[in-house]
């Protein structure tokens, strides 16, 4: 596509619960990132892709995230058992392969848990 | 410790002045690249430069430009004649060789502009 999107928008969830986020990159793009931004924060790295591998998921939380690409396109972000600090806006970004690209970001989901 | 500080929580100016947002990063490594991004009030954030550690020329964009100093490990930003469209929140981050891949992100400089 033409940028990166992601889907939902927004999404509140009540605590417990189970949710899946999306991320559609640029078509061409073999890199994928997850960041995730507090309010009045900056984006914090959570996972990288390169194709269908993560190739570096020093970022996740906890064992409670985890995210897939199975066909080296698409991703999905899956967090179990949410809880409300994790609460925040969850960026997906790809880039063309390679060091020191700049990213194209998505416009985020916004993730509340109640 | 790799890092980048932007020390400037909010700025605030009036048209058509001129402003400086101040990057400071901290690296061990040699090669990185160091970035700027823009965040509008729409949410989604927009690539605006890159720089890699081996060229400190100055990079000059219409009103936009770039100071790159590795003797204090300053990336700055200035906006000359700023316009109410420039109200934005600004990103600096940083690209470490060996960080793999990912981006560190300072906590972001709020620039409000008013007319």
């Known amino acids: 596509g033409a940028g990166v999107s992601q889907t939902p928008s927004n999404k509140v969830t009540e605590k417990g619960k189970y949710v899946e986020l999306r991320c559609d990159p640029i078509s061409g793009h073999t890199a994928l990132y997850w960041y995730r931004q507090s309010l009045g924060q900056g984006p914090e790295f959570l996972i990288y892709f390169q194709g269908t591998g993560a190739a570096d998921d020093s970022g996740l939380p906890n064992d409670r995230f985890f995210a897939v690409r199975p066909e080296g396109s698409v991703s999905t972000l899956k967090i179990q058992r949410t809880e409300r600090g994790d609460s925040a806006v969850y960026l997906c970004?790809?880039?063309?392969?390679?060091f020191g690209y700049g990213y194209t970001f998505g416009s985020g989901t916004r993730l509340t848990v109640v | 410790a790799q890092k980048v500080t932007q020390a400037q929580t909010e700025i605030s100016v009036v048209e058509k002045e001129d402003v400086t947002l101040d990057c400071v990063y901290e690296?061990?490594?040699?090669?990185?690249?160091l970035f700027w991004y823009k965040q509008p009030p729409s949410g989604e954030l927009v690539f605006l430069i890159r720089?890699?550690?081996?060229?400190?020329q100055n990079e000059i964009s219409g009103r936009y430009s770039w100071n790159f100093q590795k003797s204090t490990s300053s990336f700055n930003f200035t906006i000359t004649a700023s316009q109410v469209v420039d109200s934005a929140v600004y990103f600096c981050a940083l690209s470490p060789d060996t960080g793999g891949f990912k981006t560190i992100f300072g906590a972001g400089t709020r620039l409000f502009v008013k007319a």
């Open positions: 970004a790809s880039s063309k392969t390679g």
């Open positions: 690296t061990r490594d040699t090669t990185y690249y």
């Open positions: 720089r890699n550690s081996f060229d400190e």
